[in-house]
């Protein structure tokens, strides 16, 4: 099944407890957006919860997610301040060089494979000095007790009414998400491990 086909089917059936349960922003992506401004896409947005921060600090914000359930409820939350935009993230919809920032968190682990294209699809939208900040789960975190060769992973999410809902990850390892990110052509302006996720901040 192609990815963002099957990650809209994944996301779409859990879009509600999805919710419910991950309506907090987090710190790192706080930090970024305090340090940047303009017009920003925020790529796998979910149910909006770092978009509304994007928001209070006067960004210009696009919402992206293949699910349209999970557009839905962030457009429930953000109104009318902001366009929301339902795509894949391999070929996104816009002309080059239309944003200055890009939040791209959680989002690439679920491609099972296209993950370099995706980023150099992303740099192609981000003009010149633009800043993104992606984010993976992290392979290094210890609660994987799987061989240590194995990166691809599923994880259910156990909905409120019991059913289970089977969801891909590829699991990156911190080296290897510095080199997916520079090999699409990014330069890297940071990098680190928190709180079970590695994350690279870079540049065009």
Request: proline share 2%; charged share 35%.
């Amino acid at each position: 099944m192609e990815d963002a086909h099957r990650a809209a089917k994944t996301f779409d059936s859990i879009a509600n407890h999805f919710d419910k349960t991950r309506n907090r922003p987090w710190k790192e992506v706080e930090k970024f957006l305090e340090k940047t401004s303009g017009k920003t896409i925020d790529i796998g947005c979910g149910n909006g919860r770092h978009s509304e921060v994007a928001v209070k600090l006067n960004h210009e914000i696009v919402c992206l997610d293949a699910s349209l359930k999970l557009l839905r409820i962030a457009k429930g939350k953000l109104k009318n301040k902001t366009e929301y935009v339902r795509s894949g993230i391999k070929n996104m919809p816009f002309k080059s060089e239309s944003f200055d920032n890009v939040l791209y968190i959680a989002a690439i682990h679920h491609l099972k494979n296209g993950r370099i294209k995706s980023l150099k699809e992303t740099r192609r939208i981000l003009r010149s000095k633009g800043k993104m900040i992606v984010s993976s789960w992290a392979r290094e975190n210890e609660r994987w007790d799987i061989p240590e060769e194995k990166q691809d992973v599923i994880v259910p999410w156990t909905r409120e009414d019991g059913k289970k809902i089977e969801r891909f990850y590829h699991l990156y390892r911190l080296e290897e998400l510095k080199n997916d990110v520079e090999n699409a052509g990014f330069k890297l302006e940071d990098y680190f491990h928190s709180k079970g996720n590695n994350y690279v901040i870079a540049e065009k």
